[in-house]
């Protein structure tokens, strides 16, 4: 009687994206550089992605971008893909990169690991019949499905390379099929424009044009790609102009429903701000974290962990009954007689119940015109709060709502600012981020004195 054999089922165990990422985070000071740190949701997908980018290092070369098991497999490609099936193109293996990094287009700042301009060059889909078997044995054929590249490719593993064993080199090949082109191997390197912002490198070295659409994350406006702030002019006024359609806009969605409370977004202490592009640095005040809702002329104030204060603040209040629907990020502050913030006279003001001359400083927009803001970029964010604050508050004769100014200069410079006027420090705060409520590495605080 023949025996019945079955064959025992493999598991593959994945590994959590956290130990996979320890080295990609080992290389790099995310208070310097703007790459992501893994921490930005990603949409969930039925397909595989994958990410080409362009990379203008020591050496321009490509980095592809696998997406499997929560990270992107990576490689980096010498000399970049080519159609040609006779042409074996060097592919290098780097650690694994967090999903965020797929929406990354910008530049490392000299001295930071990987220094350099940053491109999506092209980006779509990938299948393959056993990723995890092909990369274990060092043969992983897939097809790409994506805006340059399409049909089927190989990786196939080196067996001696010339860096002894510290670094595992592939060989990257195209399969003869009806996306192969003989004899024109650098053909397709010609479309030299990113797939996600259509800019050039020089462009996105300079901070031109509009940031990547997001193919990884969430939706979101895109985030900007310019450099230095001015309330007046440049990406300021752009971005004022930008909310005026964006709130105009917003009246026209579909109504939603206003929280009673949103979870405050909370800072990460680091001795020094970052010193890369992509943040803006705000003046840290010595106060009370407020935020302030108004529904149909309701005024509410609370605080970070949701108390109602707003019986405290009465003239705040009041002035605040001017403003339309909203929820805003701020704090409440006295000032001395210098203009500056008074931490001991804000609670001698509470205790004596005289706080007519407290100062809201608002500092973000998280609910307006019946539309929810903390999706939107920060920058967007700032730029449609200052335009609702100019529109609506009319008298400053009790109480007052300020809003506040950002800084892209160098984050050292601002500190240095803040520190010599004996203000207590900064905030330091991605440009281009959405508002979470949770402690993130979005926001940055550096103070002037250690244990003020």
């Not at 929820?327 to 006295?334: H, L, P």
């Not at 520190?419 to 409520?437: F, H, N, Q």
């Amino acid at each position: 009687m023949a025996r019945k054999i079955t064959k025992k089922k493999t598991t593959i165990k994945k590994k959590p994206a956290k130990k996979q990422l320890a080295k990609y985070r080992a290389k790099r000071d995310f208070e310097v550089t703007a790459e992501p740190a893994g921490t930005t949701a990603v949409k969930a997908s039925k397909r595989r992605r994958f990410v080409i980018q362009k990379h203008d290092a020591t050496r321009l070369h490509y980095d592809l971008r696998l997406e499997l098991d929560g990270v992107f497999k990576s490689w980096a490609v010498t000399r970049g893909p080519s159609l040609d099936p006779a042409d074996k193109r060097l592919a290098v293996e780097v650690e694994d990169h967090p999903l965020d990094y797929g929406d990354f287009e910008g530049t490392i700042p000299k001295g930071q690991y990987g220094g350099g301009t940053v491109m999506i060059w092209d980006r779509g889909y990938w299948t393959s019949d056993d990723p995890e078997r092909g990369l274990k044995k060092g043969d992983l054929k897939f097809t790409l499905d994506g805006d340059k590249l399409r049909g089927e490719w190989v990786l196939v593993r080196m067996r001696h390379d010339r860096t002894g064993g510290k670094r595992t080199n592939w060989l990257l090949i195209k399969h003869r099929d009806d996306a192969a082109r003989d004899g024109k191997a650098n053909d397709i390197l010609e479309q030299k424009d990113s797939v996600a912002s259509g800019r050039s490198m020089d462009a996105i070295a300079a901070g031109r044009g509009k940031g990547p659409k997001p193919f990884m994350t969430a939706k979101r406006a895109r985030a900007p790609a310019s450099a230095e702030w001015d309330s007046n002019k440049g990406i300021a006024a752009k971005a004022r102009t930008s909310a005026k359609r964006s709130l105009a806009k917003a009246k026209t969605m579909k109504a939603e429903v206003m929280p009673e409370f949103i979870g405050p977004q909370l800072c990460t202490a680091r001795e020094r701000p970052p010193s890369g592009t992509g943040w803006g640095h705000e003046i840290k005040f010595d106060g009370y974290r407020i935020q302030l809702r108004v529904s149909d002329g309701e005024v509410s104030l609370r605080t970070r962990k949701g108390l109602d204060w707003t019986a405290k603040f009465p003239a705040i209040a009041v002035t605040a009954k001017e403003l339309p629907d909203c929820i805003i990020d701020g704090e409440v502050v006295a000032l001395d007689g210098k203009g500056a913030p008074d931490f001991a006279g804000l609670q001698a003001a509470l205790s004596d119940d005289d706080t007519d001359q407290l100062i809201f400083f608002a500092f973000d927009l998280l609910f307006a015109a019946g539309h929810d803001w903390r999706d939107q970029p920060l920058t967007d964010r700032k730029a449609a709060l200052a335009e609702l604050l100019e529109n609506s508050i009319k008298s400053t004769a009790r109480g007052d709502i300020r809003y506040v100014e950002h800084f892209e200069t160098g984050g050292d410079a601002v500190l240095r600012s803040a520190c010599r006027m004996s203000l207590e420090g900064i905030i330091s705060k991605r440009l281009d981020a959405p508002y979470r409520s949770e402690r993130t590495m979005d926001w940055i605080k550096s103070k002037c004195r250690a244990g003020h």
